[in-house]
């Protein structure tokens, strides 16, 4: 403002930024965080700052491990820096965006925007089939005339002809049609958006895009031009995204502001009387400046709360009723005499006031009520005769609701169609459709958004087989328990599965859960479309980027070896392919440009059942995530390059120091992890899924580990978070949530089973019309005089957003934090040793083959030795088997079998391969005198055979002997088998058959491994 006149130019810029920037939040990206979010970042900044002054004066002991231990000064300085940095690289990213955003608003990509919607709307409008209905068999010309004109009775002719005319001829560019019900309102609009479409065109795209937005689902709480932009953003994703990874909504306010777009606002009688004020005070408000418009509504409401021309000016004109001679000639074309409508339309001339036929003729001077009584009375058996019957109907709503429901009859009676639907039930179905979209105000019956009539517990059912199988997985991996989960007497898996549980609670309380996901397609890979993603230095460079860092990534995990490398380097190339993927193989499908809502629901099925696996949420977490551990390794492996000595290896090194900083820094990480948490939370369910592959790579590098994890482990691990993945994107997808809601209704009986059936049925019989991927009524009316018969469930099938939600969705988000760090910090990276895969073995006794024995011996005698307290240097067999005949030679097989346990840090797989290490090197720990010692091929996982003389009882001089000791797992299996008269091959031989037999008796010999001949 400069001496009392306001500069416009400079205001008007002003409000265009500061609107914009407040208006591109919602399902499609933030541009500005919420204030609850802003708030928590500069408390949780506070808090560290704190923290890291309280360090510095305090000094306090920090609980560090030696040698990793850089002092509290350091450490405070480090979080002083640490703060400084995340607040510059905050305002670089913001600044960043902001130029992103610039670039996508600039005139070239509008310009494209702009074309792409006019190319849209224009087969949207094509296809409309209100053009069906108005030209069929002959098309009726709605005629209106000025509202200016009423005071001047004798010149109110009616006008016709183009309507763009018309509107170009305003002076202000600002139409309101006003007109009664069922008069011609909305298909007036369409044809003023087809001319102005077609004038576009001829004028090669000069000019604006008309787009009409029905009124209805407005919620004046929100502003005008939010809500359009976020209604053709959602309608017209392609057009509103002229280059990947540009914000829709941001787009179409732009198109507004700039008014490449004219705003055709369709029923404002539709909004609920009770907002309809508020909703004029924005539309006064969000059209100042003059910008133009078009607004349809009957008259009597828009009257009551339309302002002064001198505070809103526009130009307004009224729908004429039809003609005498037009509904003749639509009635009955030709005028002939043996028409059904002919003695009708003859007592309709020079009727008397308040006569039957009176009202009978000012209801047919609606064009949708003379639609109507033409497509009712045209089956045999009709007779529009009744209309006239003295004192049948009241008035002329009477006779109104008697054409919807003959019309009806019509439609539903057995000889309409060959396929039969029973006309009470098939009412009812369709009354219950009526119902649900009158009380939301919705013209659309938008099949993805169905599930908005099941209470939010049946759809979380379908998230179940999800963590289902997700906690199946655990449960198979067996990791053990350790801190929190062991301190409550819970295994890891049922620690997880409680997890699983409160992120299935979380869901239907997020605002996640409120966001629906529109239907997907398939887009298929072009070397144009590639080029369009990389365009630009920007993504040239970015993309060169991201390849080199992959490819030196995977570089130093060949070099490192490194188990825990390998599965960051494995998480983070999952992610970015995820990325790439959802940018290059999906797309939002445009349900206005579909074939049929059939059609828009088999390409979301059909994305859903091949990509599914992009769908899950939680990029920027999951990388943080990976990149923490290669951060911990790059500085460990950079001091033993420099000389520094460990004495763990660096997995057990990296991992043992990321939970001590934990453990010590409770409160600094716990406010940062609680800070993204909650600018995250409502991506926390599917990031649930992840969480086993997460603490597999944690247990993996632990001492309660060591062996126990295999190959299959792994391939299990990551085949299973794959499933679990695609079941989740499946439960949320529209094609998921459709079959949801279709299986409900059907079993509480308020929609058929094949639901799409009988909505196709219902629009070829034409109680439905078809618009893109969408159904809707044939008209308004319709649909609620259906809903009046209808039954009204005023269940909500969602929870509605307040306060009360917030905090639940708060403390829930909490506990799933808390259970996330127990399972995994305090769960898998710290696992107590386990029991190994081998829980039991069968008696030693029962590890022997009859047929061996028969064929060694002439009178076998079978014993269990007793067992000696204290065996410290000699092993003791568990079952022995010698010759009991007094002249045979003597002969014994002795077996024993051991299952071996945890032993302190070391799990039961790496204690038992340490104990057959350190018993089986030396001959002499199983009675033999000198001999040979070799490695066996094909026993188990590790094996050895020792050969010498064994002195057996009392006998004079040692025999020959041989003892084979196989490790499978965490189990040992001796065998050693003595015989008098024999070579060490002999000898060597049998003890390796009766080794080979007691393997497979014990289920511990691999399906593949040969067998060993029969004695």
């Keep these: 403002m400069s001496g009392g006149r306001q500069r416009n130019v400079v205001q008007i810029y002003h409000v265009d930024r500061l609107e914009l920037a407040a208006e591109l939040g919602g399902s499609f990206g933030r541009y500005r965080r919420s204030g609850a979010d802003s708030w928590f970042g500069w408390a949780a900044g506070l808090a560290a700052a704190a923290f890291a002054v309280f360090l510095l004066l305090a000094r306090p002991v920090l609980p560090l491990p030696e040698g990793f231990d850089p002092g509290p000064v350091r450490v405070g300085w480090l979080l002083l820096a640490s703060i400084l940095v995340l607040a510059g690289g905050r305002r670089v990213l913001r ?31 094509d296809g409309d089939e209100r053009w069906e209905l108005i030209r069929d068999p002959e098309p009726i010309e709605v005629t209106w005339r000025e509202e200016e004109r009423d005071a001047e009775a004798d010149s109110r002719v009616p006008g016709g002809g183009p309507i763009a005319a018309r509107f170009h001829a305003t002076p202000a560019h600002r139409l309101v049609v006003l007109g009664g019900p069922g008069a011609g309102k909305s298909v007036l609009a369409l044809r003023l958006a087809t001319e102005l479409l077609e004038e576009r065109q001829a004028h090669d795209g000069q000019g604006p895009v008309p787009v009409i937005v029905p009124l209805a689902s407005w919620d004046p709480r929100e502003g005008l031009f939010r809500w359009i932009a976020r209604q053709v953003a959602v309608d017209h994703p392609r057009a509103c995204t002229p280059v990947p990874g540009a914000p829709p909504v941001a787009v179409a306010l732009s198109l507004l502001r700039t008014r490449r777009v004219l705003p055709i606002l369709d029923g404002f009688d539709e909004l609920p009387a009770d907002v309809r004020k508020k909703a004029m005070r924005r539309l006064r408000e969000g059209m100042k400046g003059g910008v133009p418009f078009v607004l349809t509504s009957r008259q009597d409401e828009f009257r ?182 062991g301190l409550l007497g819970l295994s890891l898996w049922q620690a997880y599965a409680i997890v699983c549980a409160l992120a299935l609670l979380h869901m239907p309380v997020s605002a996640e859960s409120a966001e629906h996901r529109p239907p997907q397609r398939i887009v298929r890979l072009t070397g144009a479309r590639l080029r369009e993603a990389v365009s630009g230095w920007r993504g040239r460079t970015l993309g060169v980027f991201a390849a080199a860092c992959l490819a030196a990534g995977w570089a130093a995990t060949v070099a490192t070896r490194s188990g825990l490398w390998l599965w960051a380097m494995t998480a983070i190339s999952w992610v970015t392919v995820r990325w790439c993927g959802r940018r290059l193989l999906l797309a939002a499908a445009d349900p206005s440009l579909a074939g049929s809502p059939g059609a828009l629901l088999r390409s979301d099925r059909r994305a859903v059942c091949t990509l599914g696996w992009l769908f899950t949420a939680g990029p920027p977490a999951l990388t943080v995530l990976c990149a923490l551990p290669l951060a911990s390794l790059g500085i460990w492996f950079a001091a033993d390059a420099a000389g520094v000595t460990f004495s763990l290896s660096a997995d057990k090194a990296v991992v043992g120091f990321l939970v001590d900083i934990l453990d010590g820094f409770r409160l600094p990480f716990a406010i940062g992890i609680l800070n993204a948490a909650w600018s995250s939370r409502d991506r926390l369910v599917p ?35 794959l499933v679990c993945w695609l079941l989740y994107a499946t439960a949320v997808s529209a094609w998921g949530r459709f079959q949801v809601a279709r299986l409900y209704l059907a079993a509480t009986g308020r929609l058929p089973l094949r639901l799409m059936t009988f909505l196709k049925d219902a629009h070829r019989r034409g109680v439905l019309r078809q618009s893109g991927g969408a159904y809707s009524f044939r008209h308004i009316g319709l649909r609620d005089r259906l809903a009046q018969a209808g039954a009204v469930d005023t269940r909500a099938g969602t929870l509605r957003p307040g306060r009360g939600r917030q905090f639940t969705s708060g403390a829930i988000a909490l506990a799933l934090l808390m259970g996330t760090y127990a399972v995994t910090v305090r769960g898998a990276a710290q696992a107590e040793p386990v029991t190994g895969p081998i829980r039991a073995l069968p008696t030693a006794c029962g590890l022997l083959d009859d047929r061996h024995i028969a064929a060694l011996t002439d009178d076998a005698r079978t014993y269990a030795p007793k067992m000696p307290k204290y065996t410290p240097f000699l092993w003791e067999p568990g079952c022995v088997v010698d010759e009991h005949a007094p002249k045979a030679r003597t002969v014994r097989i002795e077996v024993g079998t051991q299952i071996v346990e945890p032993f302190y840090d070391q799990s039961a797989v790496r204690a038992a391969s340490a104990q057959f290490k350190g018993s089986s090197w030396t001959p002499s720990h199983f009675d033999l005198d000198g001999g040979t010692s070799r490695s066996l091929e094909g026993f188990g996982d590790e094996a050895r055979l020792h050969t010498g003389p ?36 002999r000898v060597s031989m049998v003890a390796k058959v009766l080794a080979g037999a007691a393997l497979r008796k014990a289920g511990l010999a691999p399906a593949s491994a040969p067998r060993t001949p029969t004695l």
């Design 950 to 985: 064994h002195r057996v009882g009392n006998a004079g001089r040692p025999l020959p002997a041989a003892v084979v000791v196989v490790r499978k797992d965490n189990a040992l299996l001796t065998v050693r088998y003595t015989e008098e008269h024999a070579d060490q091959a």
């Design 95 to 125: 600044r960043v965006h902001d130029r992103r955003m610039r670039l996508w608003l600039s005139a070239p990509y509008l310009a494209r925007a702009v074309d792409d919607l006019a190319e849209d709307l224009a087969a949207r409008y």
């Design 304 to 485: 009551e709360h339309a302002p002064e021309q001198n505070v809103f000016a526009r130009t307004e004109i009224i729908l004429c009723p039809l003609a005498d001679h037009a509904v003749a000639a639509y009635l009955n074309p030709g005028g002939r005499p043996r028409s059904r409508w002919s003695e009708v339309l003859a007592r309709l001339d020079g009727a008397a006031a308040d006569s039957p036929e009176a009202r009978l003729r000012d209801v047919l001077r609606v064009p949708l009520m003379a639609n109507l009584a033409r497509e009712a009375y045209s089956e045999d058996g009709a007779d529009p005769r009744e209309l006239l019957v003295p004192g049948a109907f009241a008035d002329t709503a009477a006779i109104e609701h008697r054409l919807y429901d003959a019309y009806l009859d019509a439609i539903y009676s057995p000889s309409h169609e060959e396929r039969t639907w029973d006309p009470p039930t098939a009412r009812a179905w369709a009354g219950f459709l009526a119902t649900r979209m009158k009380a939301d105000n919705l013209e659309e019956l938008a099949w993805w958004r169905l599930d908005e009539q099941v209470p939010w517990r049946v759809r979380g059912l379908a998230l179940v087989p999800a963590f289902a199988l997700s906690v199946a997985l655990m449960a198979r991996l067996d990791l053990g328990a350790w801190g929190w989960p």
């Design 687 to 721: 990031l649930t899924l992840v969480l086993p592959l997460v603490m597999l790579a944690l247990y993996a590098v632990t001492p309660a580990a060591q062996g126990v994890i295999t190959t299959v482990d792994w391939a299990l691990a990551a085949l299973g978070a």
